[in-house]
């Protein structure tokens, strides 16, 4: 079993910076994939980053390339989720995500293992 705390979210302005981490507690395998989802309230839980957890690769959504870079400590058990030049759309509650069998895709049902996540408000 694995779980998953966040945290680091809060308000800020528009253009400004947050990082969000995630801290693991459990065995993380090598071929997992650790990322991050968002909700906006009324919305569908998004995608919005993955990192392998071996080797490091990373998947980004195309709203957040370039702004976002999600980052994992392998010997802290943490995945960090670095978000810079924030807009108000990207206010959601952001939650940390798990695959045991390496998927990175979008499709969160792929996903066993989920924190309770973390609110990120960005004002305008």
């Known amino acids: 079993q694995v779980q998953l705390v966040e945290s680091g979210g809060g308000l800020v302005q528009t253009g400004g910076s947050l990082r969000l981490s995630c801290a693991a507690s459990g065995r993380i395998f090598s071929s997992y994939v650790m990322g991050w989802f968002r909700q906006a309230p009324g919305k569908e839980r998004t995608f919005v980053a993955a990192?392998?957890?071996?080797?490091?690769?990373?998947r980004y959504a195309d709203s957040v390339k370039g702004r976002f870079t999600i980052s994992r400590d392998n010997a802290k058990n943490t995945v960090d989720l670095q978000m810079n030049t924030l807009k108000p759309e990207d206010t959601a509650v952001y939650y940390c995500t798990a695959s045991p069998r390496g998927y990175s895709g979008s499709d969160s049902d792929e996903y066993d293992y989920w924190g309770q996540g973390t609110q990120v408000t960005v004002s305008s």
């Open positions: 990192i392998n957890w071996g080797i490091g690769r990373t």
